[in-house]
C-alpha cells in the first residue's frame, strides 16, 4: 500500500510540475509573439511612412521637368510632415547635387552612385526597374550607418518621351529607426532580437541585434517578415530563460518526490500505528474538554460544567431527600486591586484563590470560578445549616492569610452567599440567583461576611436593581447637588475651605443621603462621571463665590484615584471653571493610597504639579508608616472622626490624635481634625495646636445658598450654630 501511494502521489506530482511548465513556457511565447508582432509593425510603418517622402519628390520633380529650386523648402516640409527622416537627397544622373539638411553630410555631394562598386547594382536596379529600392544598411562615407530609399525620377521631354533624370533619395539612420521601436528597451524586460535582410540571392544580412552572442543561445526564437522595397527583412525574437527556471522545475520536482515520501511514510504510520492516532484523538479530546468544561486560569470547574454538577446533585437530592449547600463568593475590592496594581496581579490573585480553596475544602466538594472574582462551592450530604456556617467561616480564615503581589502583602476578604437545597430552590438557576442575592446581601452589610438566603432578599434586590437604573438617570436629569461643610482655622476662627458633599435630590424619594447610593454607583462605575460632576460643580460654584481665602475641598473615591483620565479631568474643571488650582484641595483615604505606595507618589506628584493641595484623608486607619508617609507629597492630614468622638474620655484616642498632629507638623503638614462636635474636644485640639477643624460644632453640611444666608462663609462664625 504504501508503495502504491508513494508512485501514484510521485506520478501525478510529476504530471502537475510538467503541465505547470509547459503552461509556463506557452505563456512566454505568446507575450513574445505579441511582442514581436507589434515591433515588427512599427519598423514596417516607420520605413513605409519615410521612404513615401521619396515619392513627393519625385512626383514633384516630374510636374517640374527636373527643376526644384524650392527643395530645401520642401524638403522641410516634408520632414516635419512624416518624420523619422535623416534627409532627403537628389542625384541627377545618379550624381548627389543636393542634400537637406546637409549639415554633417557635405562628403555625400558630388558622390556618383552609378559608379559606385558598392552601391551601383541597386542603383542601376532602380533606374532600369523604375522602382524605389532600399539599399543598406550599410557605412555612409560621411559616417553612420543607414539605409537608404532610392526612387527612380523619368521626367518627360519636349517629344513626350520619358527621360531618366536621377534619383529621390531618402536616408534614414538605423539608430533612428530602431529608436522608433521599443527594440533596446525589450532587453530590461528579458526579451532579445535579432533584425536581418534577407537579400534578393537569398543571403542573410544582421542588420541589428540587442545582444548577438546571448541570442545564438536561445533555444525558441519566433520570426516575423517585414516587407520592404525589392527584398525582406526578418524579425527574429525570444525570450532569455531566468537562471532560476531549471532550478525552480529541479526543485519542484525535488518537492514532488518528497511529498511522495511522507505520504508513503504517513501511510505507513496509518497502518502499522492505529495505537498512537488513538492516543492523538484521546489527548486532544481531552484538551477539548478541559476547554469546553474547566477555567483556563484556575484549572477549577467553569459556569457550564458547575451548572451540570449542580443538576445531577439536585437530581440525586430529589430521590434521597438530603440537603445541600450553595456558596457563592466574590472577592472584595478585586476590582480596586486589579485597576491599580494590573491584570496580572489580579490573576495571580485569583489562581492563588483557587488553590486555597482547593487545597483546604473537601474532596467531595465541587469548586468553581463562574466568571471574573466570582467563585461557586457546592457541600453536599449536610446536616445542617451550622455545618454550613462553619464551612463559611473557614473559608474566609483561609482567604484571608495575607497574600505577597509585587512585594507587597494583601489580605482578601469574600463576600459569601449561602443558599440550601431544597428549601431555597430545587433548580439550579434558582439556587443560583438566591445565593447571588445572599452574596450582594453580604456586600451591602459591610462585606467579609456572609449570609443565608431568605425572601426578603427578592425585595431588596428588587429595590437595589431600581435605584441602579433610576441613578444611572440622575446625572442626565441633573437629580444631584452639592452640600457643603465649613472647616475653621483655630488660629484666626475664620471660615478657610469646604468640603463638598454630595445629595441625591430623588424626584420621589426626596433628599437621598450618599451612604445609600455611593456604593452602587463604586459598584457600577457610575462613580467615574458622578465624580466629575462633583468636581467640576465645586470649582464653578466656588469661582461664582469670589471669596479669595477660601477652599474647596472634594473627594476621590479609590475607582476615581486609579482611572487613568483622573489628571485629565481635574484640568478640564479648572479650565471650565477658571479656578485657581490653589483653591482646589483633593482629599484621598489613608487605606487607598496604602494600596500601591508607589502609583500613589506618581499620582500625587502628578496633581501637586498643578498646583492642588492634597489632603489625606481618615488619617489613624490606614497603617501607614513614618517612612511611607514622608514620601507622600501631601498638604493636609485629616484625623479620622473616630478618634475625635472620644478624645476627651479614651486617653488612647487622645494619645494618638496628640502624636499625628505632632508628627503632621514635623513634615511639614497642615491638620484638620473631623467629626468636631463638642466645646471640650475644640479647647483639647486647640490645646494641642491642632490647625483646622471641622464637625457639627461648627455647621452641619447645608446648600451653598443656606451657607451664604448665615454668613456662615466670609465672617467668624458662632460656634454650635447649625444652617
Keep these: 500500500?504504501?508503495?502504491?501511494?508513494?508512485?501514484?502521489?510521485?506520478?501525478?506530482?510529476?504530471?502537475?510540475?510538467?503541465?505547470?511548465?509547459?503552461?509556463?513556457?506557452?505563456?512566454?511565447?505568446?507575450?513574445?509573439?505579441?511582442?514581436?508582432?507589434?515591433?515588427?509593425?512599427?519598423?514596417?510603418?516607420?520605413?513605409?511612412?519615410?521612404?513615401?517622402?521619396?515619392?513627393?519628390?519625385?512626383?514633384?520633380?516630374?510636374?517640374?521637368?527636373?527643376?526644384?529650386?524650392?527643395?530645401e523648402r520642401h524638403a522641410q516640409s516634408i520632414i516635419d510632415t512624416l518624420g523619422g527622416i535623416t534627409n532627403l537627397q537628389l542625384a541627377p544622373n545618379g550624381i548627389i547635387e543636393r542634400i537637406y539638411p546637409l549639415e554633417g553630410h557635405e562628403r555625400a555631394l558630388g558622390h556618383d552612385l552609378l559608379r559606385d562598386d558598392q552601391r551601383s547594382a541597386e542603383a542601376n536596379l532602380a533606374a532600369k526597374t523604375g522602382d524605389l529600392i532600399l539599399a543598406g544598411p550599410f557605412k555612409l562615407i560621411q559616417g553612420g550607418i543607414a539605409v537608404i530609399g532610392r526612387n527612380p525620377v523619368y521626367v518627360q521631354t519636349n517629344t513626350n518621351e520619358k527621360q531618366f533624370w536621377g534619383f529621390a533619395s531618402a536616408l534614414i539612420y538605423l539608430d533612428e529607426l530602431l529608436e522608433a521601436t521599443e527594440l533596446n528597451e525589450l532587453k530590461d524586460k528579458g526579451y532579445l532580437y535579432q533584425l536581418t535582410r534577407i537579400s534578393p540571392d537569398g543571403s542573410e544580412q544582421v542588420i541589428s541585434s540587442n545582444d548577438p552572442d546571448a541570442f545564438n543561445q536561445l533555444h525558441s526564437v519566433i520570426t516575423r517578415t517585414i516587407t520592404v522595397p525589392n527584398g525582406k527583412w526578418q524579425l527574429h525574437m525570444g525570450r532569455i530563460s531566468s537562471p532560476g527556471s531549471a532550478i525552480t522545475y529541479y526543485l519542484k520536482l525535488f518537492i514532488v518526490l518528497l511529498t511522495s515520501t511522507l505520504l508513503a511514510y504517513l501511510g505507513y504510520s496509518l497502518l502499522k500505528q492505529p495505537i498512537i492516532l488513538q492516543k492523538m484523538v484521546d489527548q486532544k479530546t481531552a484538551e477539548l474538554e478541559q476547554l469546553a468544561f474547566y477555567d483556563p486560569l484556575t484549572s477549577l470547574c467553569n459556569r457550564r460544567l458547575f451548572t451540570d454538577l449542580l443538576n445531577q446533585a439536585l437530581s440525586q437530592l430529589r430521590r434521597n431527600d438530603s440537603t445541600l449547600?450553595?456558596?457563592?463568593?466574590?472577592?472584595?475590592?478585586?476590582?480596586?486591586?486589579?485597576?491599580?496594581?494590573?491584570?496580572?496581579?489580579?490573576?495571580?490573585?485569583?489562581?492563588?484563590?483557587?488553590?486555597?480553596?482547593?487545597?483546604?475544602?473537601?474532596?467531595?466538594?465541587?469548586?468553581?470560578?463562574?466568571?471574573?472574582?466570582?467563585?461557586?462551592?457546592?457541600?453536599?450530604?449536610?446536616?445542617?445549616?451550622?455545618?454550613?456556617?462553619?464551612?463559611?467561616?473557614k473559608i474566609q480564615k483561609i482567604l484571608r492569610f495575607p497574600l505577597e503581589i509585587h512585594n507587597q502583602k494583601i489580605i482578601v476578604t469574600p463576600s459569601i452567599g449561602i443558599a440550601l437545597a431544597p428549601s431555597d430552590g430545587t433548580e439550579s438557576s434558582v439556587l443560583m440567583r438566591n445565593a447571588d442575592m445572599a452574596m450582594y446581601s453580604a456586600k451591602n452589610r459591610g462585606r467579609n461576611n456572609y449570609q443565608f438566603y431568605n425572601p426578603k432578599m427578592n425585595k431588596k434586590v428588587m429595590g437595589s436593581l431600581t435605584l441602579e437604573s433610576e441613578l444611572g438617570k440622575a446625572l442626565i436629569n441633573n437629580e444631584f447637588v452639592l452640600h457643603y461643610q465649613t472647616q475653621m482655622s483655630l488660629g484666626s476662627n475664620k471660615t478657610v475651605a469646604m468640603e463638598a458633599l454630595i445629595r441625591w435630590q430623588h424626584p420621589d424619594r426626596g433628599l437621598v443621603f450618599p451612604d445609600s447610593f455611593i456604593q452602587l454607583a463604586e459598584d457600577t462605575s457610575l462613580i467615574i462621571p458622578i465624580g466629575k460632576w462633583v468636581l467640576c460643580t465645586a470649582c464653578t460654584q466656588l469661582k461664582a463665590l469670589n471669596i479669595p481665602h477660601l477652599k474647596v475641598a472634594v473627594n476621590l473615591s479609590a475607582i476615581?484615584?486609579?482611572?487613568?483620565?483622573?489628571?485629565?479631568?481635574?484640568?478640564?474643571?479648572?479650565?471650565?471653571?477658571?479656578?485657581?488650582?490653589?483653591?482646589?484641595?483633593?482629599?484621598?483615604?489613608?487605606?487607598?493610597?496604602?494600596?500601591?505606595?508607589?502609583?500613589?507618589?506618581?499620582?500625587?506628584?502628578?496633581?501637586?504639579?498643578?498646583?492642588?493641595?492634597?489632603?489625606?484623608?481618615?488619617?489613624g486607619t490606614g497603617y501607614s508608616s513614618l517612612a511611607q508617609l514622608k514620601n507622600l507629597p501631601a498638604d493636609i492630614l485629616k484625623i479620622d472622626r473616630e478618634?475625635?468622638?472620644?478624645?476627651?474620655?479614651?486617653?488612647?484616642?487622645?494619645?494618638?490624635?496628640?502624636?499625628?498632629?505632632?508628627?503632621?507638623?514635623?513634615?511639614?503638614?497642615?491638620?484638620?481634625?473631623?467629626?468636631?462636635?463638642?466645646?471640650?474636644?475644640?479647647?483639647?485640639?486647640?490645646?494641642?495646636?491642632?490647625?483646622?477643624?471641622?464637625?457639627?460644632?461648627?455647621c452641619r453640611p447645608e446648600s451653598l445658598e443656606m451657607l451664604q444666608r448665615n454668613n456662615l462663609l466670609d465672617i467668624t462664625p458662632s460656634y454650635g450654630k447649625s444652617a
Design 325 to 393: 449547600a450553595l456558596l457563592y463568593l466574590d472577592l472584595d475590592q478585586f476590582k480596586r486591586i486589579n485597576d491599580s496594581m494590573g491584570h496580572e496581579a489580579g490573576d495571580q490573585l485569583l489562581k492563588e484563590t483557587a488553590h486555597r480553596l482547593k487545597s483546604n475544602l473537601r474532596q467531595s466538594d465541587v469548586i468553581a470560578r463562574i466568571g471574573g472574582d466570582e467563585f461557586c462551592v457546592l457541600i453536599s450530604q449536610i446536616k445542617n445549616a451550622e455545618d454550613v456556617g462553619r464551612a463559611a467561616k
Design 643 to 698: 478618634f475625635i468622638k472620644d478624645v476627651t474620655t479614651v486617653m488612647e484616642n487622645a494619645e494618638i490624635t496628640e502624636v499625628i498632629i505632632s508628627m503632621g507638623h514635623k513634615l511639614g503638614m497642615k491638620v484638620v481634625a473631623e467629626g468636631v462636635e463638642t466645646e471640650e474636644q475644640l479647647a483639647f485640639l486647640v490645646d494641642k495646636g491642632c490647625d483646622i477643624a471641622q464637625g457639627y460644632l461648627f
Design 560 to 619: 476615581q484615584f486609579n482611572d487613568p483620565d483622573l489628571i485629565k479631568t481635574v484640568k478640564h474643571a479648572l479650565e471650565i471653571s477658571g479656578l485657581d488650582p490653589s483653591k482646589l484641595e483633593l482629599e484621598i483615604t489613608e487605606s487607598l493610597l496604602m494600596d500601591n505606595i508607589a502609583h500613589a507618589i506618581e499620582t500625587l506628584s502628578e496633581l501637586k504639579a498643578l498646583g492642588i493641595t492634597i489632603a489625606i484623608d481618615d488619617f
Design 1 to 71: 500500500m504504501p508503495v502504491l501511494v508513494f508512485a501514484a502521489s510521485l506520478v501525478l506530482g510529476i504530471f502537475v510540475v510538467d503541465n505547470s511548465r509547459n503552461a509556463w513556457e506557452k505563456e512566454q511565447s505568446l507575450l513574445v509573439s505579441d511582442n514581436i508582432s507589434v515591433q515588427a509593425a512599427n519598423i514596417e510603418r516607420h520605413l513605409s511612412r519615410s521612404l513615401s517622402s521619396t515619392y513627393i519628390l519625385k512626383s514633384l520633380l516630374e510636374l517640374n521637368r527636373g527643376k526644384l529650386p524650392d527643395f
